[in-house]
């Protein structure tokens, strides 16, 4: 079984930052992408960022250039840094691991507002 525990989320004005961590336990394979997901009130989940284990990312339009993803292969971690927020990046926050299946976190808040 894998668990994911995420951290980081919270209240902030427009134009500050945030960062998201993600610890992964269990059982979990070498290679494998870890990665953030989130969904906003009243629309579907979307992919935010992900990266892989070789450190190959991938970037939603909407955040490239104000959000970067990264890891710790050791401690089974990735985190989400997030400048320049804006009131549209509110949403639900939540981190996952793909291997053998995907395993997802419980979420995190993270609201952009003055």
């Known amino acids: 079984q894998v668990q994911l525990v995420e951290s980081g989320g919270g209240l902030v004005q427009p134009g500050g930052s945030l960062r998201l961590s993600c610890v992964a336990s269990g059982m979990i394979f070498s290679t494998n992408t870890m990665g953030w997901y989130r969904q906003a009130p009243g629309k579907g989940r979307e992919l935010v960022a992900k990266?892989?284990?070789?450190?190959?990312?991938t970037y939603a339009d909407s955040v490239k250039g104000r959000f970067t993803v990264s890891r710790d292969n050791a401690k089974n971690t990735v985190y989400l840094q997030m400048n320049s927020l804006k009131p549209e990046d509110t949403a639900v926050y939540f981190c996952?691991?793909?291997?053998?299946?995907?395993?997802w976190g419980q979420g995190t808040q993270v609201t952009v507002s003055s």
């Open positions: 996952y691991l793909q291997t053998t299946g995907w395993y």
């Open positions: 990266i892989r284990t070789d450190g190959l990312t």
